[in-house]
């Protein structure tokens, strides 16, 4: 799976947590799948991965809304040809 299709992945999870009506699981999953995505590929200090940390825990429709923006920006990133996982201390950290 390419980094491309697993946030992609992250990204309709997301969608289906939405169209559930927050689900506690649902929600709960997908914020743990995404949080260890993005700290997977860019580490625990790089903005985006503090961000969702920050900004997504309650099971509401803004913080899922900004998860799912933080994985979008994340996406487009990481998909850049200069990429590799593990560079989060290289890649610049704002949004």
Not at 23 to 29: C, E, I, L, R, V
Not at 63 to 78: C, H, P, R, S, V
Request: overall charge negative; hydrophobic content about 35%; charged content about 20%.
């Amino acid at each position: 799976m390419t980094i491309e299709d697993r946030i992609d992945r992250l990204i309709d999870a997301g969608w289906r947590v939405l169209a559930s009506d927050y689900d506690p699981t649902a929600f709960q999953n997908w914020r743990s799948e995404a949080y260890d995505c993005l700290n997977g590929l860019l580490g625990p200090g790089h903005t985006y991965t503090q961000y969702f940390q920050d900004f997504v825990r309650k099971q509401n429709k803004v913080t899922i809304l900004a998860g799912e923006g933080i994985l979008t920006a994340a996406k487009e990133q990481m998909t850049q040809p200069c990429f590799k996982p593990g560079m989060a201390g290289q890649i610049g950290g704002s949004i």
